[in-house]
C-alpha cells in the first residue's frame, strides 16, 4: 500500500517537473517573439528565469480575457508575457487596438519556423518607432 502511493507520488512529480519545463520553454520562446517587450507597456522584461522585483516579474497574459471568450488552450495567439504589475492593472478588460496588433505581430512571428525567423526577425516595435 505504502509502496503504491509512493510510486503515485514519484509520477505525480515527474508529471509537474515535465509541465514546468514545456511552460518554461514556453515563456521563452514566447520572449524571443516578443522581443524581450512586455505587450502592455513596451518596457523591457528581465530574461525568463531570472530573479528580480516582484512587480516585475515575467506573467503569461490571455490578451483576450478567458471569461470574454478567449481561447484557454490550443495555440499562442491569446497569449503575451506581460509585467506582472502591467498584468494587474490590465485585469479582465477588453484588449485596445494597439494590444491586439501586437498579439497577432507575435502570433505570426511564433507561427514561423526558426530558421526563417533568423533571416528575417524585426523587432516588433522598431516597426511603429516606439
Not at 483576450?64 to 485585469?91: E, M, Q, V, Y
Not at 479582465?92 to 511564433?110: N, S
Amino acid at each position: 500500500m505504502a509502496s503504491k502511493r509512493r510510486l503515485r507520488r514519484q509520477r505525480e512529480k515527474a508529471a509537474q517537473k515535465a509541465m514546468s519545463n514545456r511552460a518554461e520553454r514556453f515563456r521563452k520562446r514566447l520572449y524571443r517573439a516578443q522581443g524581450g517587450r512586455c505587450y502592455l507597456c513596451g518596457r523591457m522584461m528581465p530574461p525568463v528565469g531570472e530573479l528580480c522585483h516582484p512587480q516585475k516579474r515575467i506573467t503569461t497574459d490571455h490578451i483576450r480575457p478567458k471569461g470574454d471568450g478567449g481561447a484557454i488552450r490550443g495555440g499562442s495567439g491569446n497569449i503575451a508575457l506581460a509585467h506582472w504589475l502591467c498584468n494587474h492593472k490590465k485585469a479582465d478588460r477588453l484588449p485596445t487596438a494597439c494590444e491586439v496588433l501586437f498579439g497577432q505581430i507575435v502570433k505570426d512571428i511564433m507561427k514561423t519556423p526558426p530558421t526563417m525567423r533568423k533571416k528575417r526577425f524585426v523587432k516588433p516595435f522598431e516597426m511603429y518607432g516606439r
